[in-house]
């Protein structure tokens, strides 16, 4: 402490004087003091004035502004979308369904280390390093440089390489896209005429100037980047990941956090390359069935909407609606709503009931499949209806895909795409480079030649690119609906219902058949052709053996304008309204722009096209006495609680023909099933079929006309004839091998499909098995099926096989139904009061429930049948040997009435032996191949 004295100071070398008196401050004045305490107590109180009034401007006037404020912080105002409905079939069984999956995105902009985020994100992902870091930093990705193909370009390329990627990181465009048009370049260069001196000058003036550019370039590239890749706030990284893939990102994230913690521990800098790093999840759409049913059902894309198939038709059924909430979210993104969800909404999408039969469809691809790779053909599609209503049960295509993963089948074709879109961007460039005055100027007179040249050449590549691509056909496209295709000789049909109808024919008028060539009197001398020579014939022979030259006659008797008439009243040159998306109209030419040659080829199904679904439409009008109905792919529509929201009911279009017409013409479609008409091969001993055959040629692919190697074999047909309940279409596109027709090819395809079809719809057998013989001569098959059944002299064996039991629990004694035929059994369940399903078609030789057990009335049991010749022993041992396991079909037999209304998993058809095969007279059997089918 220093002391202030009064004096002068002391000096070195003198005598300290007295201890000097401090100085004495004079007091405070009580005035000041109460002034000071009376100025603090104004100004607070003036504080505290100012502050409840601000506090009373905030809790009034500003309070609404400040209440939307606070809520911003805390409150969410969401959208909660309902989960994409479900797809099911007729019987409520699980086609398509959204699962919950994850999905990994990230904000670039906030990523310190791409590089190390990519290496993290990389085995969580399951993509490459480079994959990972490209979606958050292209930029940061290193492109390597191509080999060039000669000095001058290889230069050009090494200067001209940062121009190339500053410019494709600036626009956000592959690297590939640049260096398609330096391939370009080199092209031009490379040409013989434009190797001289001057050329090269010319690249030497380039070459500098590019050098210049790119070491301007180098300085700072980031700094002419117009959209720069690091301003984006968001990316995805990867979809459709499940929940282990999330629980790594978790850990990997804590990894993270630990490893920078011991870093600044240590006094070193570090990021965590997680931080802008989130896991959202996502639905996605999933097919439990695979293959099956894939063409028909289409697909979702990544925005929940529907691409293709009944997943585009239907969408705004199948994505449902919205719900807006109010929720509280804290700091960690935790969400409660405050006012709960509405009582209404169920947060589930509406479920599309088809009317597609699980089992059917199944079986259509399996039968589809075989006769396709059997006979290495291209593709195929197989369509079953019934008739009455117009419902579709099956629409199967050739060949198809899994569409759970369909990205990578995509993948696996984007290099022919790719291809295909570079030969056509050659041949622009081309026509482009064409008009430049330049090259007239270095090519001189011989400029047109060489332009030719060039075209020549890039015309033979695209030609044969264009048949290397047909060999491999769009495996999603659903050829059955979308396709078009000349018929054939199935035509014919249509021909003869319409000159029966006009009452220009009758079935005892005869035609001349020219013995197989007929030249038309036309100024250019066609000639219609037949395999089969034949002199004459009724129009059950022209049926039968399937004459071109007996169908043409018939046309001409009918005119072109009548035939074009009623072509088009059973549906042929219009779209049948299905509802399937990109569904065509076919190709039908008005009839006054025919000349006599195409009169003729329409009668038989050349120089016209049509769809599928049209086909099989159009039979069905045979089939349902002459009218055509309108095809329905969707029952109904059934909301999240089961209600039923749309319901679609069979529809008739029109009358084509009377009754009697149609009557007629599908008994002169039976003819052609038997053994010596053209579909022997369709013949099934338990019910009658009628169809008809079609071979047609297709055009070629690369100049006009008809190939003689492309070939297109159709079968259609009814079963049973007498009371049709199924439509079946098979059409084989471009089976190899010399011998081919609808009736070697697709006939026995519809035969094993028609037949599993008919026993699994429990459709009764008009026919005796214990009387039945197989391929009689015409005229007794036709006694054999005229025949009445005869009394049973034996007394009915239902009270000794299961006599009738009264149980207060609801259960039946199981009878003992092998041996039985199908209207056996139906009557024995019948009256004992039990749920029969059937497999298979002839004598009963299995049974899911063995006999003398109980089951539940309404439990139901399956019933295996086996086609059985003239002599076996029907139920015995040897048959039984052969018929699967009950358990392999056990879900399949479930009653509907019982049934759960879906995810029913899929039944897989059990593999068995296909039925004894019938002889024919002459000895040759009935799968053994015969040549020269039309």
């Not at 691409?307 to 700091?331: C, H, P, W, Y």
């Not at 064409?434 to 400029?447: L, N, R």
Request: a negative charge.
């Amino acid at each position: 402490m220093k002391w202030r004295f009064r004096g002068s100071h002391n000096t070195r070398g003198l005598a300290p004087q007295a201890n000097p008196q401090p100085r004495v401050a004079p007091p405070i004045a009580s005035r000041t003091v109460h002034g000071r305490m009376r100025f603090v107590a104004v100004g607070l109180g003036l504080a505290l004035a100012v502050a409840t009034g601000r506090a009373v401007v905030l809790q009034t006037v500003e309070a609404p502004a400040m209440k939307r404020e606070a809520a911003k912080n805390y409150l969410r105002s969401e959208t909660l979308d309902d989960w994409r409905g479900d797809i099911v079939d007729r019987n409520g069984r699980l086609l398509g369904v959204s699962v919950h999956r994850w999905a990994i995105t990230v904000d670039p902009k906030s990523v310190a280390e791409p590089r190390r985020t990519a290496q993290v994100l990389a085995p969580i992902t399951g993509l490459s390093e480079v994959e990972v870091l490209r979606r958050i930093d292209p930029s940061a990705v290193e492109i390597d440089e191509g080999e060039s193909l000669n000095p001058a370009s290889a230069m050009a390329r090494e200067l001209t390489a940062p121009l190339v990627r500053a410019l494709a990181g600036a626009w956000d465009v592959p690297r590939a896209h640049f260096d398609r048009r330096l391939d370009i370049v080199e092209r031009f260069f490379q040409l013989e005429q434009l190797r001289s001196s001057a050329v090269f000058g010319i690249v030497d003036e380039l070459a500098a100037a590019a050098e210049n550019t790119a070491r301007a370039l180098a300085t700072d590239v980031d700094k002419l980047r117009f959209f720069p890749t690091r301003g984006r706030r968001f990316a995805y990284v990867a979809h459709d990941l499940d929940d282990d893939a999330v629980e790594r990102l978790a850990e990997a994230r804590d990894a993270e956090t630990r490893r920078c913690r011991e870093a600044r521990e240590v006094g070193e800098s570090c990021k965590n390359a997680l931080t802008a790093v989130w896991a959202r999840p996502e639905s996605r759409r999933y097919y439990p069935k695979r293959e099956l049913g894939s063409q028909l059902i289409g697909l979702v894309g990544r925005d929940d909407k529907g691409l293709s198939g009944i997943e585009q038709a239907m969408n705004g059924f199948l994505s449902g609606g919205m719900e807006r909430v109010t929720a509280i979210k804290d700091s960690r993104g935790h969400r409660i709503f405050l006012d709960g969800l509405p009582a209404d909404a169920t947060l589930v999408g509406n479920t599309v009931e088809l009317t597609i039969d699980q089992q059917i469809q199944a079986w259509a691809e399996q039968e589809l499949g075989r006769a396709c790779l059997a006979s290495g053909a291209r593709a195929g599609y197989a369509i079953a209806i019934r008739p009455k209503t117009g419902e579709v049960l099956a629409a199967a295509n050739f060949p198809n895909y899994n569409p759970n993963t369909f990205q990578d089948w995509f993948r696996e074709q984007r290099p022919i795409k790719e291809e295909r879109a570079a030969l056509f961007e050659r041949r622009r460039n081309l026509e482009w480079a064409s008009k430049f005055g330049f090259v007239d100027k270095a090519y001189g007179e011989h400029t047109d030649r060489t332009r030719r040249e060039l075209a020549a050449g890039l015309e033979q590549e695209i030609d044969a690119f264009v048949e290397y691509q047909h060999a491999y056909p769009n495996a999603s496209r659903n050829m059955a609906f979308l396709d078009v295709y000349e018929p054939g000789s199935i035509m014919k049909v249509f021909t003869a219902a319409a000159a029966l109808e006009e009452n220009v024919i009758d079935l005892d008028t005869t035609f001349d058949l020219e013995n197989g060539d007929w030249e038309l009197d036309d100024i250019e001398g066609n000639v219609i052709h037949d395999i089969t020579r034949l002199t004459e014939g009724n129009l059950a022979l022209i049926l039968k053996k399937s004459s071109n030259i007996g169908a043409s006659k018939i046309a001409f008797l009918l005119g072109a304008p009548k035939l074009e008439e009623y072509l088009r009243a059973f549906g042929f040159g219009a779209a049948t309204r299905s509802g399937f998306p990109g569904e065509p109209k076919g190709i039908l030419r008005p009839a006054d722009q025919w000349v006599p040659v195409e009169l003729a080829n329409v009668s038989f199904g050349q120089g016209m096209a049509a769809t599928g679904i049209q086909l099989a439409m159009a039979l069905g009008a045979l089939a349902n006495e002459g009218r055509l109905m309108q095809p329905l792919l969707v029952k109904r529509v059934l909301d999240g609680n089961g209600q039923v929201l749309e319901s679609w009911q069979p529809r008739e279009v029109r009358q084509v023909v009377s009754e009697k017409t149609a009557r007629t013409v599908l008994d002169l479609m039976q003819g052609v099933v038997e053994p010596d008409g053209t579909g022997r091969r369709a013949y099934i001993p338990e019910w009658p079929v009628a169809g008809k055959t079609g071979t047609g040629q297709k055009p070629h692919l690369r100049r006009r006309g008809y190939s003689e190697e492309m070939w297109v074999n159709t079968f259609f047909g009814v079963a049973p004839a007498d009371d049709p309940e199924v439509v079946v279409v098979i059409l084989i596109d471009e089976p190899k091998g010399k011998k081919h027709g609808g009736g070697l090819i697709a006939a026995p395809a519809f035969k094993r499909l028609m037949e599993k079809t008919l026993g699994y719809l429990g459709v009764p057998s008009p026919f005796v098995t214990g009387k039945r013989m197989a391929w009689l001569a015409p005229d007794v098959l036709a006694e054999r099926r005229a025949e009445e059944r005869l009394p049973d002299a034996h007394p009915d064996p239902i009270e000794a096989l299961a006599p009738r039991v009264a149980t207060t629990d609801g259960l039946v004694p199981v009878p003992d139904f092998r041996g039985l035929t199908m209207a056996e059994v139906k009557r024995l369940a019948a009256q004992i009061g039990l749920t029969v399903r059937f497999e298979g078609s002839g004598v009963a030789t299995a049974q899911s429930v063995m006999p003398s057990q109980t089951v539940d009335a309404t439990e139901g049991v399956l019933v295996t049948f086996r086609s059985q010749l003239p002599g076996d022993v029907a139920g015995g041992e040897e048959a039984r040997a052969v018929v699967p396991a009950p358990s392999a079909l056990a879900a399949d037999w479930i009653d509907a009435r019982t049934a759960p209304p879906t995810r029913i998993p899929m039944i897989e058809d059990a593999e068995r032996l296909d039925p004894p095969v019938a002889i024919v007279p002459g000895g040759v059997r009935d799968d053994e191949p015969a040549g020269g089918a039309p």
